[in-house]
C-alpha cells in the first residue's frame, strides 16, 4: 500500500522560500509509471496543480507558477520535494502530495504566509 507524508514549515513570511518534502512508502519513486505530483488548496478555492516529477525524474510544473517552483527527489530517501520562491500570502494553502490518476495521497500540510 503505497502511502504518502508531507512535511513543511506551516508559517511562513513573505519573500521566503518554502520547501516542502513528500516521503514515499510502499513504493520506488522510481517504480513504472508513476507520477508524483504536488496540489494546493488555497482557503476557500478548488484544487490547484503545482507541478510533477515523473518515475523517470521528468519535471513539469503549472505555467502560472513554473517561475518560481521547482520540483526534485532523493531517490536514496525514497522522496520528493517542492521549492516555492518569493513566497506571498497569495501562497497560503494546504499542501497536498499525490500519485497522478490514483487515490493516493498525503494528508495534507498547511502553509500559511503572513508578514
Known amino acids: 500500500q503505497v502511502q504518502l507524508q508531507e512535511s513543511g514549515p506551516g508559517l511562513m513570511k513573505p519573500s521566503q522560500t518554502l520547501s516542502l518534502t513528500c516521503t514515499v512508502s510502499?513504493?520506488?519513486?522510481?517504480?513504472?509509471?508513476?507520477?508524483w505530483t504536488w496540489i494546493r488548496q488555497p482557503p476557500g478555492k478548488g484544487l490547484e496543480w503545482v507541478g510533477a516529477i515523473t518515475y523517470e525524474g521528468n519535471m513539469y510544473y503549472s505555467p502560472s507558477l513554473k517561475s518560481r517552483t521547482s520540483i526534485s527527489r532523493d531517490t536514496s530517501k525514497n522522496q520528493f520535494s517542492l521549492q516555492l520562491n518569493s513566497v506571498t500570502p497569495e501562497d497560503t494553502a494546504v499542501y497536498y502530495c499525490n500519485v497522478l490518476g490514483r487515490p493516493i495521497w498525503g494528508q495534507g500540510t498547511q502553509v500559511t504566509v503572513s508578514s
Open positions: 510502499g513504493a520506488s519513486i522510481t517504480a513504472n509509471n508513476y507520477y
